[in-house]
């Protein structure tokens, strides 16, 4: 259990790291660009992610399964898994650029889209590196990955803002952040884990493809129906553009603090779970349950605590923008903080399925889902602009909630207790309940470490954190 909270750790103070680079990225941005423009850069991001998804196959999480069960065989698992990699590389990358011109966006926007597109097909191969490290469960070289390509990104790319270079330099110095991402993790597996020769085999790509590829269909629904939001808002709303800016930055805000449940369940539990399910089935509940408990215990409050103060978040950010403007980006925020807490809970879902590798129920899961957030947005965002999105997110993601659950618990594994969840539930309602009081009466600098020590000592108090698994 420490390892995995050692793991978690370390991959969160990382990622958030990153993200909270990307907030002051964007915040840099936004004074120095149109909303239109500004739009532009969002939608470049979300297309290209979307395509970039191609690339994976569904190949990351059977790789570190099959790493991390048979770990004298890593380079070979490694080598084969390039191989696909490049060759979808190629393929995405023209989809990326014939889909920008195919949709009719100004040239500037293609451009961002080819920077920002090469940017993702070397951050997908130094993905697969990754797997290795996450495979032996040495998340600390993930780790200085990230904080180095972040790190590179925010001061150059900064540098680059204030000296008053256009938005496409900043997607270059993204691709060269990328580049120096894929040096260091080919360095540190070479150097601490594996030497980078393999022997090509048909056997390692198929037994790869065999379970990547129902994988694959689900994470590509996946991405859909988390990045299809921006592409359709640019062209459903009547804002156009401008609307990608009011959700984008909303967005980026939640985002930054989601990087927890993909540290804690995709990277740390993940090959617990996958040890459990092989071979340690009657440790799997514990497992389970422990990673449901710890998702709950963070994600309700978040929803709860960034629901009720975002206004006053949107207001205090460094940006010149209109009242009007400020509250359509804080209602944005309303909503999107519900779904940011729903994505602790759903990441337990995509965690549990791959881990158990439950193909089919993945993909049919992410396929409804996704159409379900198209159907959404096609009906909210005429009538409702960006917000539109935001509800079709939150729909989306209690949909994923429920059905999710319910499968695991009838088909793999069902929860030892529950009691935890009703005691975040009152805990964050009553923590709610005193931001709402108080925030016009506080400042949000105090309020935000008030909650945080009333809600920590609330669990604490009432015996979460006393309570312990021993299960790997």
Not at 90 to 114: C, K, N, P
């Amino acid at each position: 259990m420490n390892r995995i909270f050692k793991n978690t750790f370390t991959l969160f103070s990382a990622h958030i790291f990153g993200r909270l680079g990307s907030v002051v990225i964007t915040l840099w941005l936004m004074p120095r660009f149109t909303e239109s423009e500004f739009g532009g850069y969002f939608l470049a991001i979300a297309l290209t992610n979307l395509i970039a998804s191609l690339t994976e196959l569904g190949i990351h999480n059977p790789l570190i399964r099959e790493m991390t069960l048979n770990l004298g065989q890593t380079r070979h698992y490694l080598g084969n898994a390039l191989l696909v990699r490049l060759v979808l590389s190629v393929v995405a990358y023209g989809i990326m650029i014939f889909s920008g011109v195919l949709l009719g966006y100004t040239s500037v926007i293609v451009t961002m889209i080819a920077y920002l597109g090469l940017a993702e097909i070397v951050n997908s191969i130094a993905q697969l590196y990754r797997c290795v490290f996450r495979a032996h469960e040495e998340m600390k070289y993930e780790a200085w990955t990230v904080v180095a390509e972040r790190g590179v990104f925010c001061l150059v790319g900064g540098g680059a803002i204030l000296l008053g270079y256009g938005i496409v330099n900043v997607c270059q110095v993204m691709l060269i952040a990328s580049g120096i991402n894929l040096i260091l993790s080919i360095g540190f597996t070479r150097y601490r884990f594996t030497s980078l020769r393999f022997k090509p085999s048909r056997r390692i790509v198929v037994v790869l493809m065999q379970q990547a590829l129902p994988f694959a269909v689900g994470n590509l629904f996946h991405l859909i129906y988390f990045r299809i939001d921006a592409i359709m808002l640019s062209k459903l709303s009547p804002d156009g553009l401008d609307a990608n800016t009011w959700y984008g930055l909303a967005y980026t805000i939640v985002n930054a603090f989601t990087t927890l449940p993909g540290a804690f369940m995709m990277g740390a539990m993940f090959p617990v779970l996958s040890r459990a399910y092989e071979k340690k089935r009657n440790r799997l509940s514990d497992a389970y349950t422990f990673g449901v408990r710890w998702m709950v215990i963070c994600g309700v409050p978040l929803a709860v605590g960034l629901a009720a103060l975002s206004h006053e978040i949107i207001a205090m950010l460094p940006i010149t923008y209109t009242p009007d403007t400020l509250e359509k980006i804080a209602t944005a925020l309303q909503w999107l903080s519900v779904s940011g807490g729903l994505i602790f809970l759903t990441t337990v879902v995509f965690t549990m399925l791959r881990a158990a590798d439950k193909r089919r129920a993945f993909s049919v899961l992410m396929g409804t889902t996704a159409l379900l957030n198209i159907g959404l947005n096609l009906v909210l965002i005429p009538r409702f602009n960006h917000v539109g999105a935001a509800i079709a997110m939150v729909i989306s993601e209690v949909y994923l909630l429920v059905v999710g659950f319910g499968y695991i618990s009838k088909r793999i594994v069902k929860l030892t207790e529950i009691r935890f969840i009703f005691k975040s539930i009152i805990l964050s309602a009553a923590m709610g309940i005193g931001l709402v009081l108080l925030k016009g009466i506080l400042s949000i600098w105090l309020l935000i470490p008030l909650a945080m020590v009333f809600y920590g000592i609330g669990i604490f108090v009432l015996g979460e954190f006393r309570t312990k698994f021993e299960f790997d």
